[in-house]
């Protein structure tokens, strides 16, 4: 018998928005579609849960996720490399602020 190969699996980059919980953080994923009546673009974007097996990513990366087998609830995605980190060391504007006085 022959090998059975996997079926292509869906992958995405998107951003970390935030990270609900051990091994787990919510990626927003943006697309551009166009209007269906006026055919101006429009900005839109879906929000996934993916799973995180290192707690590898924090707010603010960029990362490729794919899509894996049911891990939970609402987790369907996992990480699969972090392809931008966040800009390191950023303080709240109003923190700063705070600072220089």
Avoid: F
């Avoid at 927003?28 to 996934?48: F, M």
């Avoid at 303080?91 to 220089?100: F, I, L, Q, T, Y």
């Amino acid at each position: 018998m022959s090998e059975q190969t996997r079926n292509k699996r869906k992958s995405y980059t998107g951003t970390v928005t935030s990270s609900s919980g051990d091994k787990s953080v919510k990626v927003t994923i943006p697309y551009k579609i166009p209007h269906p009546r006026y055919r101006k673009t429009i900005n839109r974007k879906t929000v996934v849960h993916a799973h995180d097996e290192n707690s590898a990513s924090k707010p603010g990366d960029k990362v490729e996720i794919m899509e894996t087998r049911p891990l939970s609830k609402l987790k369907r995605w996992r990480i699969l490399r972090v392809v931008e980190s966040a800009p390191g060391g950023a303080v709240p504007s109003g923190a700063e602020a705070g600072e220089a006085s």
